[in-house]
């Protein structure tokens, strides 16, 4: 017997979905946001960079952000899990000069899509991941306060996949079912002073669309910045 990770209702292990090495009752309960805020149609790669929410605060605004480890290289294999040793404090710093810069940073997000739309999950939507950093979204200060973080893999300079839009979809619709009041903003948004992404080559158009979101959840507009 297995339990399933989100309803934990026990049931004979040929019967179960598998997906990285958890196991579900249904395809419902394996692609919802449970409720410890953990999406299991993702690959979970916890990270320790992560802090509880203030009290009574739940998230209302999701941020969208681009990663290239090293930059401008996620062509190459190998940047997706850079990234992923980044969030987990594990990056080599002797593999590339850039990362000796960065190895002291202690960052997060709560999402990754990486170039092949896969959907991997560092922090739990319960949780604050440290993404946005000094920020502010329509007057309120300290965005990850109530954000969630979403990384593109890529740089301000290409245009994202095809299948990295998807994901996004997928991804947000499931949110939406938590987070119905969900607005949505690019880092640049927030903090334009220091960031550019998700960066003028995000389709903020084809996003609304493909996404069904009100145009008024997207309060910096819906041309390319």
């Not at 997000?109 to 000094?134: N, P």
Request: charged fraction near 25%; charge should be negative.
């Amino acid at each position: 017997m297995v339990q399933c990770q989100c309803c934990k209702v026990h049931l004979p292990k040929p019967d179960a979905i598998v997906y990285d090495d958890r196991f579900y009752c249904s395809k419902e309960h394996l692609n919802i946001l449970d409720q410890q805020g953990w999406i299991g149609a993702a690959d979970w790669r916890a990270s320790p960079n992560k802090d509880v929410r203030p009290e009574n605060i739940n998230p209302d605004l999701l941020v969208i952000h681009h990663i290239s480890l090293p930059p401008g290289e996620f062509r190459n294999l190998a940047s997706s899990q850079h990234i992923i040793n980044f969030f987990q404090n594990t990056l080599d710093a002797a593999a590339h000069p850039y990362f000796a810069e960065i190895k002291d940073q202690k960052v997060s997000s709560h999402f990754l899509i990486t170039r092949a739309g896969d959907l991997i999950q560092f922090v739990s939507t319960r949780d604050r991941a440290w993404h946005a950093g000094a920020s502010s979204f329509m007057g309120r200060e300290r965005c990850n306060d109530f954000s969630i973080g979403v990384e593109l893999e890529g740089d301000g300079d290409t245009p994202f996949e095809d299948v990295q839009y998807k994901a996004l979809t997928k991804l947000v619709q499931k949110l939406q079912q938590t987070y119905p009041n969900l607005q949505f903003a690019g880092h640049s948004d927030i903090a334009p002073e220091r960031k550019t992404d998700p960066g003028k080559y995000f389709d903020w158009e084809r996003f609304q669309k493909e996404t069904a979101i009100s145009p008024e959840k997207i309060p910096y507009g819906l041309i390319s910045r």
